[in-house]
C-alpha cells in the first residue's frame, strides 16, 4: 500500500476514536451505538411478537434478511432519535 494512502488512513483512525458519544452507566461508560444496538433488539423483539400474531411471518420472504434490515433500521432511528445534532 503507498504511503501516500496509509498515512492519512492511519491519521484519521486515530484522530476519530473520540467522536463517538458516550453513555454513563452505574459508573462505567459505554458507547451510545451499543445502547443504541440493545435497543433496537428490543424493538426487533417486540415488532417479531407482532408479525407472529397477525400472521405475517409467511409473507416475510427472506427472513433473515427482512429482520436484519429491520433491525439495522431500529437501530439507526434510535441513534437519530437520541444522539442526532440538533
Known sequence: MSRWI???AVFFILTMTGCDPQINI???Y????LACTLGGLILFWVLHLVFLKAGLLPYLIPLPLVYGALI??????LWLLFFAVK
Open 72 to 77: 439495522t433500521s431500529l437501530t439507526c432511528i
Open 6 to 8: 496509509l498515512l492519512p
Open 30 to 33: 459505554f458507547p451510545a451505538w
Open 26 to 28: 452505574a459508573g462505567a
